[in-house]
C-alpha cells in the first residue's frame, strides 16, 4: 500500500507543479493540448494529461485520478505502467484522429477514463472474483461519472477524451488478460 500511495501522490504533484509552472512562465503549456488532425496538436497526446484549464478543472480530475492510480497500482502493480502509456497514446490518438477540428483537448480525465474502462472490465476478461469485486466497486463510485462524461455536446469537457480513454481502457483490460494473473481465495468461473 505505501509504493500505491506515494505513486498516487506523486502522480498528482506531477499535474500540480505542471499547472502552477503555466502561471509562472509566459508560455501558455495549454495550447500544447491534442488538436485533432493538426501535425503540431500530435505533440498534445503525451502532454495533455498534464495539463489543465483552471483550479476547478485540476481538482476535478485530482481526485478520481489519485484513487483511480492508487486502485490500480494496488491491484495491477506490474501492469499500471503498461495501462497508462498505451491509454494516454491510444486514446490520445483517437481523439486526435476523430475529434472536432480547431479543438484543443487537454487534462487527466482521459487517463481516468481509460483506468474505469481497465478495471471495470479487468475482471470480466480476467474471470477473476477479486477483480469484478474491484470493477463493481470501480462502477458504484464512477459509473454515473462514465456515463455522463461520454455525453456529446457538453460546452467545454471534451467527452472523445473521456470516450476514447474508456475504449483504450478496455482495450487494454484484453491485452493484458492474461498477464500478471495471481490467483485469486475464490474459485474462478
Do not use: C
Amino acid at each position: 500500500m505505501k509504493t500505491s500511495l506515494k505513486i498516487s501522490l506523486w502522480v498528482i504533484a506531477i499535474i500540480w507543479i505542471v499547472f502552477i509552472l503555466n502561471y509562472i512562465f509566459v508560455v501558455d503549456f495549454r495550447a500544447y493540448g491534442i488538436r485533432p488532425r493538426n501535425i503540431y496538436g500530435l505533440i498534445g497526446i503525451p502532454l495533455s494529461p498534464f495539463l489543465h484549464g483552471n483550479y476547478e478543472h485540476i481538482i476535478s480530475n485530482s481526485i478520481p485520478l489519485f484513487f483511480l492510480t492508487l486502485t490500480i497500482v494496488q491491484f495491477y502493480k506490474k501492469l499500471w505502467l503498461p495501462v497508462t502509456i498505451f491509454s494516454i497514446f491510444v486514446g490520445g490518438f483517437a481523439v486526435w484522429l476523430f475529434a472536432q477540428s480547431n479543438s484543443n483537448h487537454i487534462g487527466a480525465s482521459g487517463v481516468i477514463f481509460s483506468y474505469i474502462g481497465f478495471l471495470l472490465f479487468s475482471g470480466i476478461f480476467r474471470r477473476s472474483f477479486k477483480s469484478i469485486l474491484i470493477g463493481i466497486i470501480v462502477f458504484l463510485l464512477y459509473g454515473g461519472a462514465l456515463w455522463n462524461g461520454i455525453i456529446p455536446n457538453q460546452p467545454g469537457i471534451s467527452w472523445q477524451g473521456h470516450l476514447f480513454g474508456a475504449i483504450a481502457g478496455i482495450i487494454v483490460a484484453y491485452m493484458y488478460r492474461n498477464k500478471y494473473r495471481k490467483t485469486d481465495s475464490f474459485k474462478k468461473f
